[in-house]
């Protein structure tokens, strides 16, 4: 291998056990509908998580995509991703 195949295997990895640690850490399930009541109690349960995982607000920003599936994914490519504030992504959700 050369340090190119090297380092690309790194960050793989590394992608791959950052990934695995984030999903293990917090127990939500994934949302991937736009409706209100269903986002409610999502919205609720992913600030539990947060909570309990000590997640900042920038956090809780940055992580949200983790979690979101189907049309909560599309909404938030187009929509919630040019978000600055944890408050402006959340009040886009609902």
């Known amino acids: 291998m050369v340090d190119k195949d090297v380092d690309q295997l790194g960050c793989q990895i590394a992608k791959e056990v950052n990934a695995n640690l984030l999903t293990s850490m917090v127990k939500c399930p994934n949302l991937s509908a736009k ?25 809780k920003l940055k992580r949200l995509p983790v979690f979101l599936n189907g049309p909560a994914r599309s909404f938030y490519n187009l929509e919630i991703s040019k978000k600055q504030t944890w408050e ?3 009040r886009a959700l609902i």
């Open 35 to 59: 409706v209100t009541k269903d986002i409610m109690v999502w919205l609720e349960d992913y600030e539990i998580a947060a909570l309990a995982s000590n997640w900042s607000d920038d956090q």
């Open 88 to 90: 402006d992504a959340e």
